[in-house]
């Protein structure tokens, strides 16, 4: 069964927008959340990480003011896109982490379109 | 830093049979693993195989290999007895792995797998 729970899995919206996207590790305590980005066509590529209770760190690029990410418990984490524009419009995708020498398990992603 | 190089964009194969995906990486990591992901059009990331890079022997996971040369640095996945639901998207993955530490994954550029009758 899915170990990483991730919702909605498609958003459409207006510009201007904020959208929230949740991911839940189900089985195991996630002490960190990777949450990538895939443009159409392109590769996975990260966007930031976070660890629980503390605040997340950003990747080179990446507007720490608009995409907010609360990792207030071991299960949950969220990516909340603010001030949504089309160009924000991706495919974003979240990886949660415990152990080290387990596989790295993904959400099924969630499909953001601004229109 | 680390890299991943996949350097087919695009691969057929024919119904059952076998083909191979090429990966090879670069990293000054001492530990390190290594990983195949395979995303149909739905978008899902589906894990396929994980090797460690102090594993001796390859990894399997049934009709999935994974043959390993660390001298050379290559991360190859085998896919044996190739079925139509095996068309996707395919991402060689790696990632640091220091005890005590969870790192991320950086990610290959892909290849597009196209299983044919």
């Known amino acids: 069964g899915a170990v990483v729970s991730q919702h909605p899995s498609w958003v459409i919206c207006k510009s201007g927008t904020s959208v929230k996207i949740e991911c839940r590790s189900l089985?195991?305590?996630?002490?960190?959340m990777f949450w990538y980005r895939q443009f159409p066509k392109q590769s996975l590529m990260l966007m930031a990480t976070s660890n629980e209770g503390s605040k997340a760190t950003y990747e080179q690029g990446v507007e720490k003011d608009k995409f907010l990410i609360n990792h207030a418990s071991l299960t949950l984490s969220t990516l909340t896109v603010t001030s949504a524009h089309p160009e924000d419009s991706s495919f974003y995708i979240c990886?949660?982490?415990?152990?080290?020498?387990?596989?790295?398990?993904f959400g099924d992603g969630t499909r953001l379109s601004i229109l | 830093a680390q890299k991943i190089t996949q350097t087919q964009p695009g691969m057929f194969v024919q119904e059952k049979e076998a083909v191979t995906l090429d990966c090879t990486y670069d990293t000054s990591d001492p530990s390190y693993g290594l990983f195949w992901y395979k995303q149909p059009s739905s978008g899902e990331m589906i894990f396929l195989i994980y090797q460690g890079s102090y594993d001796q022997q390859n990894a399997t996971e049934g009709r999935y290999s994974l043959n390993f040369q660390k001298a050379r640095k290559s991360a190859n996945l085998v896919i044996s007895a190739s079925q139509l639901g095996d068309s996707a998207m395919y991402f060689c993955a790696m990632r640091d792995e220091v005890a005590g530490t969870a790192s991320k994954l950086t990610f290959g550029t892909g290849t597009r797998l196209q299983v044919t009758l």
């Open positions: 990886s949660p982490t415990g152990q080290l020498n387990q596989p790295q398990h």
């Open positions: 089985d195991f305590q996630a002490t960190t």
